[in-house]
Nanobody
């Protein structure tokens, strides 16, 4: 299995930036893809961005395209989400997700991002 620990959340003004990190440990050699999701109060969890662990191919939700950048450091087993030009509607708890080939899916505990207007 894999353990995921997010960090980097906080309170920021609209237009500001934050960088989230997700440290993975355990069976990291089996990671196929990692993703960021977010969930605002009263709303369903939604997809934000995806990256393949080996090839680094990325995919974004339309709502964050051009503002957020997902990346990973394979040596550090860490996933990142650089968030620029933040908007109040980006306020949510952000979760790291890992899919391991032939093993299953794992989630972190989340980190809160609050964007004030």
């Amino acid at each position: 299995q894999v353990q995921l620990v997010e960090s980097g959340g906080g309170l920021v003004q609209a237009g500001g930036s934050l960088r989230l990190s997700c440290a993975a440990s355990g069976r990291t050699f089996s990671i196929y893809v990692m993703e960021w999701f977010r969930q605002a109060p009263g709303k369903e969890r939604e997809f934000v961005a995806r990256i393949t662990w080996s090839g680094g191919n990325t995919y974004y939700a339309d709502s964050v395209k051009g503002r957020f950048t997902i990346s990973r450091d394979n040596h550090k087993n860490t996933l990142y989400l650089q968030m620029n030009t933040l908007k109040p509607e980006d306020t949510a708890r952000y979760y790291c997700h890992a899919n391991l080939l032939g093993v299953g899916d794992y989630w972190g505990q989340g980190t809160q991002v609050t964007v004030s207007s």
